[in-house]
């Protein structure tokens, strides 16, 4: 009943920046927190960012904290991930996930916390 659609993955080089986004339909009413992950091969599926969509309140990895931002359009139900300064680790399949309660003051950062999933968008940056 929730469909998530991310889009903007693409080659890059390293020091440049992308913009992922994450459309959101179905019943997005019944979506609390939504956060991005990624996946590098031979890697665990690991937490980049996440926000809420009422307050907006945002939390980051220790690794993409100052050069990621996530941000939303409750609008166009649309979530977003700016990446910018990326280097080749950054290089992942990207996920978008929703989690239909929650508190403001969590973060989420586990897969288990999540319901919904969309199907990635890869990121490339090259050296």
């Known amino acids: 009943q929730v469909q998530l659609v991310e889009s903007g993955g693409g080659l890059v080089q390293a020091g440049g920046s992308l913009r992922l986004s994450c459309a959101a339909s179905?019943?997005?009413?019944?979506?609390?927190?939504m956060g991005w992950f990624r996946q590098a091969p031979g890697k665990e599926r690991e937490f980049v960012a996440s926000i809420t969509w009422s307050g907006g309140r945002t939390y980051y990895a220790d690794s993409v904290k100052g050069r990621f931002t996530i941000s939303r359009d409750n609008a166009k139900i649309t979530v977003y991930l700016q990446m910018n300064s990326l280097k080749p680790e950054d290089t992942a399949v990207y996920y978008c996930a929703g989690r239909p309660t929650g508190s403001q003051y969590i973060a989420y950062q586990q897969m288990s916390d999540y319901d919904h999933w969309g199907q990635g968008t890869q990121v490339t940056v090259s050296s």
């Open positions: 179905g019943r997005t009413f019944s979506l609390y927190t």
